[in-house]
């Protein structure tokens, strides 16, 4: 019973001190207060980044518009680009390890005017490759891009929170 009772005394105190160093649960992020509808221009609307982006606008309660006209803001990714690159080789000069970089560049316009500059963002990670398990390197490689394409659009969605 005493062991049962310190256990909820050291959650609960452990609990208030998380509390109040200001952790807090990553959900989704806050709507943006500029604007309530958003059209993203893209030159690839079927770029994982893209997509990442879209959800994450609609889970935060911007309506995206399929029409330009509708929009109250316009979201322009004017670049979206996966780089890969090798870092070493093996003694036969067969690459081992590789680095992907994905890198955005984004801005939002308002009625025509620049609501937020052309800002970069950009994430590296790196892998190795086995080319005796291929098929599963290739999949690492997919997953690795689509974590970085959704990294990426929590970082926008930070930036288009603050405006």
Same mark, same amino acid.
């Given at each position: 019973?005493?062991?049962?009772?310190?256990?909820?005394?050291?959650?609960?105190?452990?609990?208030?001190? =998380? *509390?109040?160093? %200001?952790? &807090? $649960?990553?959900?989704?992020? #806050?709507?943006?207060? @500029?604007?309530?509808?958003?059209?993203? +221009?893209?030159?690839?609307?079927?770029?994982?980044?893209?997509?990442?982006?879209?959800?994450? =606008? *609609?889970?935060? %309660?911007? &309506? $995206?518009?399929?029409?330009? #006209?509708?929009?109250? @803001?316009?979201?322009?990714?004017?670049? +979206?680009?996966?780089?890969?690159?090798?870092?070493?080789?093996?003694?036969?000069?067969?690459?081992?390890?590789?680095?992907?970089?994905?890198?955005?560049?984004?801005?939002?316009?308002?009625?025509?005017?620049?609501?937020?500059?052309?800002?970069?963002?950009?994430?590296?990670?790196?892998?190795?490759?086995?080319?005796?398990?291929?098929?599963?390197?290739?999949?690492?490689?997919?997953?690795?891009?689509?974590?970085?394409?959704?990294?990426?659009?929590?970082?926008?969605?930070?930036?288009?929170?603050?405006?």
């Amino acid at each position: 019973m005493a062991r049962r009772v310190l256990t909820v005394v050291v959650l609960a105190l452990t609990a208030t001190a =998380l *509390a109040g160093c %200001g952790l &807090r $649960l990553q959900g989704r992020e #806050a709507k943006p207060q @500029a604007f309530a509808s958003a059209w993203v +221009d893209a030159q690839d609307p079927q770029s994982d980044f893209v997509q990442a982006l879209s959800r994450s =606008l *609609a889970a935060s %309660g911007v &309506r $995206l518009e399929r029409d330009r #006209a509708r929009a109250e @803001a316009v979201i322009r990714i004017s670049r +979206d680009e996966i780089r890969e690159h090798v870092l070493s080789v093996s003694a036969r000069n067969i690459p081992r390890e590789y680095e992907l970089t994905y890198r955005v560049e984004f801005s939002v316009l308002k009625d025509g005017a620049e609501l937020l500059a052309p800002q970069e963002a950009a994430l590296t990670r790196d892998f190795t490759f086995d080319e005796t398990i291929l098929l599963a390197k290739e999949r690492e490689q997919r997953l690795l891009e689509d974590a970085l394409a959704r990294d990426l659009a929590a970082i926008v969605m930070r930036q288009l929170a603050v405006l």
